[in-house]
């Protein structure tokens, strides 16, 4: 099954741990929340419609990449658009799970083709459809300007887990390096919870 990732800075994942993935319009959150991400868009995705089951908007959902390395990434890591405050690379970490996993644990979830903002964006609800996606565009490093706007937006094809995700579901954490593996495998600990963590820079710029 299609492994996902998900971004989230370090200070997030205490909350997670006990709580788990809320949606942005959950009633459940984090009241520490360190967000990395571009709060135009956060605030567009209240409003940009699922055309398919199960519905809403897509701040009921909790978003994945489907590859690592995103756009998103480079630009927290560049800083260089004045939305997104540059955070160091180390202080980010990947929350990884599978479809497999997801289905095990009654998630629902879709996907769509590209960046779920879009308005020509299509969705799909059944895995049969995931081999209409770019795979070529979704894991290839090369995405910039210069390659044209759709290698851009396939690549950042979205996997948007309904709802809520449960801890258990997490089948890995990705971290930069050793300093950020410690800190986090005493965070584990500290819960008594187990999950794999692993030193992936390749999953970094």
Known sequence: MKQLFRITH????????????HCPN?????????????PSLIDYRKD???????????????????WYRSPMLYVIHKGNDP?????????IIYLVTDMEK??????????TDRHAKL???KFYNNSDDLEKLNWEFIKTDQWGRQFGAERMEMKQAECLV?????????LGIAVL????????????????IEIPVKIRPNFYF
Request: proline share 9%; with cysteine.
């Open 177 to 192: 390096n050793e300093k950020v593996y410690d800190i986090v495998i005493q965070r584990l600990k500290g819960n008594e």
């Open 102 to 111: 997801l289905n095990r644990l009654g998630c629902q979830y879709i996907f």
């Open 83 to 91: 939305e997104v405050i540059q955070t160091p690379q180390e202080e």
């Open 162 to 170: 309904y709802r809520y995700i449960p801890t258990e579901a997490l």
């Open 10 to 21: 370090l200070n997030n994942l205490p909350f997670i741990l006990i709580n788990g993935l």
């Open 26 to 38: 959950s009633t459940v959150q984090d009241p520490d929340f360190v967000p990395i991400g571009f």
């Open 119 to 121: 308005d020509y964006t």
């Open 48 to 66: 940009r419609i699922v055309p398919i089951s199960p519905g809403g908007t897509l701040s009921a959902y909790i978003p994945f990449y489907f």
